[in-house]
């Protein structure tokens, strides 16, 4: 449905990239690298996006980094279509339904780190959670969202490089 409001598939795979995780910040070169798109095509979009104030860029030594701007009067608002893009909003949905008594939904692998593989990994920690409705909730919330998703689940709290959707003790 994205895909029809933005017609530039770079341009939705730069959006991707750094609105799952704003820490997140890049180079052309590697972008060209992680996408298989040439170097102009890349140069292209992040030279709109920038433009439009929705990136910005910052050198780093001979290099520059594009970045999410997180003052952009529209920046929840892009983060929020993109997560339900990727169908993190019903993903997180699901999981806090009847889990258990969840403590945390971390976002861990290729798309905390903004590279949409078509893999969803996420770990869940907390008491009680309810194992049985986790057997069945994977396919459940594949089909929901057209995307493979791996569940791992905790007894103990975790700190996480990924990206935390939900946490009870700070309230996220």
Do not use: W
């Amino acid at each position: 449905m994205l895909e029809s409001l933005i017609t530039s598939k770079t341009r939705l795979k730069l959006l991707v990239k750094f609105f799952v995780n704003s820490k997140t910040q890049s180079h052309l070169r590697g972008l060209a690298d992680e996408f298989g798109e040439s170097t102009n095509a890349i140069r292209k979009e992040l030279n709109n996006l920038t433009k439009a104030g929705i990136l910005v860029k910052e050198t780093d030594k001979n290099k520059i980094a594009y970045k999410a701007n997180v003052q952009h009067p529209f920046f929840s608002n892009i983060q929020e279509i993109i997560r339900k893009y990727l169908g993190l909003d019903k993903l997180l949905e699901q999981i806090l339904e009847r889990m258990g008594e969840v403590s945390q939904v971390i976002l861990v692998g290729d798309l905390s780190k903004g590279i949409d593989s078509g893999k969803i990994d996420v770990v869940v920690t907390g008491d009680n959670l309810n194992e049985n409705y986790i057997l069945n909730l994977s396919s459940r919330i594949e089909e929901l969202i057209n995307r493979k998703v791996v569940l791992t689940l905790l007894a103990e709290r975790t700190v996480s490089t990924g990206l935390v959707l939900f946490d009870r003790d700070i309230g996220a």
